[in-house]
């Protein structure tokens, strides 16, 4: 069995220390930097955008997994690119054209990743799952860190990962809001392969050992 991914959420890092953060995930356990960008209007939040990002990047060292939650993400998708972008995820619910998203995605380098929101089904994306490097299951809706993870998010994960089997798809799935030791197990339990966590690492008393027990436990 792979190695199960973990992947803090900067969303949650002190940003008057951001390069401290950054050096502490450089350092820990963990597997990606997950970057949240908002634009006020798909999500009812800002949080920060290209200059932050690049910021980040300068001193980041492991992959830099980016999830939009914004609008006409097609605008932005070669910016990403140039900003150092590993992985961008796009809404399902921002994209008109997904599957020319997805190929626009690819052609400028990086892997194409979709979020569903938690209303959205596991179906919409049966013709495009092949075309899909990895699925974002919102387990908030998106906006906020710190809100608390929904329980139907597990029936959607063993949905998914029922989808990417019967496709023949290497398709990875993350889960983004509320994770923390308490769902850790279940999730991976259920096909998740990346796990997204803002408040729980970042709120600890002592996030490098969170980061490193969060990571045992999904591997476990
Ligand atoms: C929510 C963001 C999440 C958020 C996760 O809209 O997409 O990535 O930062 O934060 P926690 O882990 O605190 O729920
Ligand atoms: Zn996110």
């Given at each position: 069995m792979s190695s199960k991914l973990i992947a803090p959420s900067v969303?949650?890092?002190?940003f008057a220390n951001l390069q401290r953060d950054i050096e502490m995930i450089n350092a820990s356990d963990a597997d990606w930097f997950h970057i949240d960008i908002m634009?006020?209007?798909?999500?009812p939040n800002i949080s920060f955008g290209m200059p932050v990002l690049k910021a980040i990047t300068k001193h980041a060292k492991k992959t830099i997994d980016v999830h939009l939650m914004i609008v006409n993400p097609d605008q932005y998708i070669q910016t990403f690119a140039d900003l150092g972008s590993d992985i961008l995820t796009v809404h399902y619910e921002a994209c008109t054209h997904l599957h020319r998203t997805l190929q626009a995605i690819k052609a400028a380098g990086m892997k194409a990743g979709v979020a569903l929101n938690p209303?959205?089904?596991?179906?919409?994306?049966e013709d495009t799952i092949n075309d899909i490097d990895m699925v974002c299951l919102m387990?908030?809706?998106?906006?906020?860190?710190g809100q608390s993870f929904i329980e139907n998010t597990y029936t959607k994960v063993e949905q998914l990962k029922a989808l990417i089997t019967k496709k023949g798809a290497s398709t990875l799935i993350e889960i983004d809001g509320g994770v923390t030791n308490k769902n850790a197990k279940q999730l991976v339990d259920a096909g998740a392969d990346v796990l997204v966590a803002g408040s729980y690492v970042f709120g600890a008393t002592n996030p490098t050992d969170t980061v490193k027990d969060l990571k045992a436990l999904a591997n476990s």
């Open positions: 969303l949650a890092a002190d634009d006020g209007v798909f999500v209303h959205t089904s596991i179906n919409v994306l387990s908030v809706n998106p906006g906020f860190g």
